[in-house]
């Protein structure tokens, strides 16, 4: 794949993961590009017009997986999309934050304030959020939302 091709790619890429945040997730604008690389992991980053002959150590952040569902955000990137997502975001107890970031399934609460009840459906990922902090992404299963935190990632 020639430099072009690959630019091309890159920019369907581009469009397609926007479109899948604004779906999911409401976020109209994001001033991100975006890379594939392996197993459908994505990775975001930022266009430097600067030059400076340097080896490239890191092809960007680690921000999520194309599902075949739709796009489950990694910890970072729901960092990113968090501030700018207008729905799906589910706001929780510090309490229940820890035992989201200990790897535990959470159980709907009739607290936790998606957009639309009715618009609950198994298999919608949310974003989680405690206070400022955002904790990730997680999949509404039934009454109970489906923990992603890695286990390199999760507190004792």
């Not at 991100?32 to 990775?43: A, D, N, T, V």
């Not at 150590?57 to 970072?76: A, C, P, W």
């Not at 700018?84 to 929780?92: D, F, L």
């Not at 974003?127 to 999760?154: A, E, H, M, W």
Request: charged content about 35%; glycine content about 8%; proline content about 1%.
């Amino acid at each position: 794949m020639n430099a072009n091709d690959e630019r091309n790619a890159e920019k369907e890429l581009g469009e397609q993961i926007k479109n899948m945040l604004k779906e999911q997730f409401g976020v109209e604008r994001i001033n991100l590009s975006f890379r594939e690389m392996g197993k459908k992991r994505i990775y975001a980053y930022r266009d430097c017009e600067l030059d400076f002959n340097v080896r490239k150590v890191s092809q960007g952040i680690y921000f999520g997986t194309i599902e075949k569902d739709g796009l489950r955000l990694s910890i970072e990137g729901s960092f990113l999309v968090g501030p700018k997502a207008k729905k799906n975001v589910v706001e929780v107890s510090r309490y229940r934050a820890e035992r989201w970031m200990m790897g535990e399934n959470l159980e709907m609460d009739q607290k936790d304030n998606l957009e639309a009840k009715d618009d609950k459906k198994d298999g919608k990922y949310v974003i989680l959020k405690s206070g400022s902090y955002f904790l990730g992404c997680g999949r509404v299963k039934g009454d109970r939302i489906i923990n992603f935190v890695p286990k390199n990632r999760r507190i004792l």
